[in-house]
C-alpha cells in the first residue's frame, strides 16, 4: 500500500551570524532542498533516488541525513503507535526522493535543509503526528550520525524559519528572535570546499578568555539590536573574534570580500557557518544587491576563483508541505 | 577661593548577572557611596575625610578610587580650558569628603561607586562641563589605577542606573538593556572577604569553547528575556559556567543559599561580581523579600557565618548631584 507522494520544502540557512557561534541561524529563501515521501509495504526507510547532488551523497539511507532523520520519525511514530520494532516486520516503511537544491559543503545548512525536508515529509505522508520540536530532534540526529556532528543551529532555523536562538546540545532549546523590518543579507559562496568538522577541529579546544567576553557581548549587543531595530547596534555587534579569525583562512580573498562588504555600506559581514559562503547584513533587500554585486567584484580581483550569490531577507519562511505543482 | 560643597551619590551595582561575566551590570538602589566636593585654591585633588571603612582604604587621592576620578575630571576640564598641567600651580584643585556606605570588596562595586560619586561631584562642583562618557572614563580610570583592573561593568550601572551592556576595555560602549515592570532582586552578603584581583587570576587565561559557546548562549537569552518581558526566558538564562563554578569554592553556603533562593521562586541566583554576596532575580519586590528570607536561612543553617541582605529594584537610578540636605 502506497500513498501519494508529499513533497515537503525546506530552506537553506546562515548559522553563527557573526558573533552567535553554534548559537545563532536564521533561515533564508531561494534556496534549499526537496524531499518527497510516500509510504510503502516495506519496512524502514528506503531512498530511491537524488538528484542535484553530482552523485556525491551516499545513496544508502542509513548513511545519508535525510535518510536517517526519515527513520527517526518512523521510530518517533512507531512509538506514539505503541509498536517497539518501528522499522520490523509490523512497521511502516517510507519511500524519499531527495532534491537538492543548494551546494553541499557551502556553509548553508546543506545536511540540515535535507534532514529537515525530509523529517517534514515523511512525518506528512504518516499523518503529521509528530511535534514540531520531535521532528527537530529527528532532524538532528539525521545531521549527527550522517556528519558526526550538529548543534541545530541550522536544523532550527531551516525548520521553524525566522531568526532563532538555539541552546544545549541533543535537544536543544529553541527561542525565536525578531527581524526588523527590511533586514536583508547576500550571500556569496567562493566555489571552494570546506568540510564542517575539519574546519570545527582547527578551533582547537579552549578559547582565550578575553575572546569568549569580547564574543559574548557582541551575541548580547545583537540580541538587543535586533529588538530594537537598531541598525548601529546590529552593525557594532556582527563581529566573530573566535571562529573567523581561524576559518577565513580557508577562504581566499575573505579579507577583500568583506571590506567590499562593508565599504559598500552593509552592517556587517562575516562566514555563514564554517564557510566558504559569506553573508553581508543589510537594510533592504536592494542594498543587498550592492553588497552582492560589491563582494562578487572583490572576489573576482581578489583571487581566480568564480562563485555564485544571492539576496534574502533575514529570516525567510521555515520548511512547508508542498501543495501539487507548487513550486518552493 | 572655595566653593560650596556639591555632594553627590552613586549607587551599587550588580555586574555579571550570570552569564555576563564583564559584560553585563545593573545597579541597585539603597546601597552606595557619597562624595562631596568643593574647589579649593591649592591644586590638585585631595582627600581629607573618608568615613565608613573602618580605616581600611588609602588616605593618599593618588591611591584612593576616588581620588584618582576626581583627579582625572580635574584633568579633562583642564584639556577643555586649553590648560595643559591641570593639577600644576595654574590649575583648579579639588578636596573631597568620602562617606563610604557600602561595605568593601562585597562584590557590590564599592570602587567603582567611590569613583562615580566623585566623578560626579567633582564636575557639578566645577561647573557640570563634561559629559557622562567622559565621567565614566574617569570612574574607570580611578577603579584601574587604584584596583589594577576595571572593565566598566559597575561604574556604568552606577553611573547610567538602569542595567547596561558593557563591551571593550579602556573605554568601553554603553548600550542600556530594558528591565521588566516589577524585576527585583535580593541581595545577601555572606561575611567573608573575597579580592576581586585574586577572584580573576583563579580564572586562568582560557576557558573550553564548550562552556564559552553556553555562555553566549545564554547572555544573549538574558537579552531576549529583558526586551519581551519574559521571566521564564529570564530565568533560562541566569546561568554562569565561566565565573561561578570557580569562585563559588570562595563563599561557603554557596550551593545551599542558591539552592534555597532558586526553591523560593526567584528566577535564578548568582555571584554578584566576584562575590561574596548572591544575588537572587525576582519578578517582584515581595518575591525578592521571600527569596532573602530563604537565602540567609540558608546561610545561617549551612555555616557559621554571619551575612546582611537588601532587597532592590534591578536597575535602580543612576549617579547624581544630591541637593542640600538630601538623602540619597
Redesign the interface.
Known amino acids: 500500500m502506497t500513498t501519494p507522494w508529499i513533497r515537503a520544502f525546506a530552506p537553506a540557512s546562515v548559522s553563527n551570524v557573526g ?6 541561524g536564521f533561515a533564508v529563501e531561494g534556496m534549499g532542498d526537496l524531499v518527497a515521501a510516500r509510504t510503502s509495504s516495506i519496512p524502514g526507510a528506503r531512498l530511491l533516488e537524488i538528484t542535484g547532488d553530482d552523485g556525491s551523497l551516499p545513496r544508502e539511507a542509513a548513511k545519508n541525513t535525510a535518510g536517517i532523520a526519515a527513520s527517526q520519525v518512523l521510530d518517533r511514530i512507531a512509538a506514539l503507535d505503541g509498536r517497539d520494532k518501528a522499522n520490523g516486520e509490523d512497521g511502516v516503511g517510507v519511500e524519499l526522493r531527495l532534491e537538492k537544491g543548494m551546494p553541499l559543503a557551502s556553509g548553508l545548512g546543506s545536511s540540515a535543509a535535507s534532514a529537515v525536508a525530509a523529517a517534514v515529509a515523511v512525518n506528512a505522508a504518516l499523518g503529521g503526528h509528530l511535534s514540531q520540536e520531535t521532528l527537530l530532534h529527528c532532524a538532528i540526529e539525521g545531521e549527527r550520525i550522517a556528519c558526526g556532528a550538529a548543534h541545530g543551529d541550522n536544523a532550527a532555523p531551516s525548520l521553524y524559519g525566522g531568526f532563532v ?4 546540545k541533543g535537544t536543544p ?1 529553541i ?1 525565536p ?1 525578531p527581524v526588523p523590518e527590511g533586514l536583508s543579507c547576500a550571500i556569496l559562496r567562493p566555489h571552494v570546499a570546506v568540510q564542517t568538522g575539519a574546519a570545527r577541529a582547527l ?8 575572546n ?13 539590536g535586533l ?2 531595530g537598531d541598525y548601529e ?1 546590529i552593525s ?1 555587534a556582527i563581529h566573530d573574534v ?1 571562529a573567523e579569525p581561524v576559518r577565513r583562512e580557508w577562504v581566499p580573498g575573505f579579507e577583500a570580500i568583506q571590506r567590499a562588504a562593508l565599504e559598500s555600506g552593509a552592517l556587517g559581514c562575516s562566514l555563514s557557518g564554517s564557510g566558504p559562503s559569506l553573508f553581508g547584513l543589510c537594510r533592504s533587500q536592494e542594498e543587498a544587491q550592492n553588497t552582492l554585486a560589491a563582494m562578487q567584484q572583490a572576489l573576482g580581483s581578489a583571487t581566480d576563483l568564480r562563485g555564485d550569490g544571492f539576496v534574502s531577507v533575514v529570516g525567510a519562511q521555515g520548511a512547508r508541505v508542498l501543495a501539487a505543482g507548487e513550486k518552493p
Open positions: 558573533p552567535g557561534f553554534d548559537t545563532f536562538l538555539v541552546r544545549g532549546r527561542d528572535l578551533l582547537g579546544d579552549h578559547i582565550p578568555l578575553a569568549a567576553i569580547t564574543q559574548w557581548g557582541h551575541a548580547a549587543a545583537l540580541v538587543a529588538f530594537s547596534l557594532s573566535v
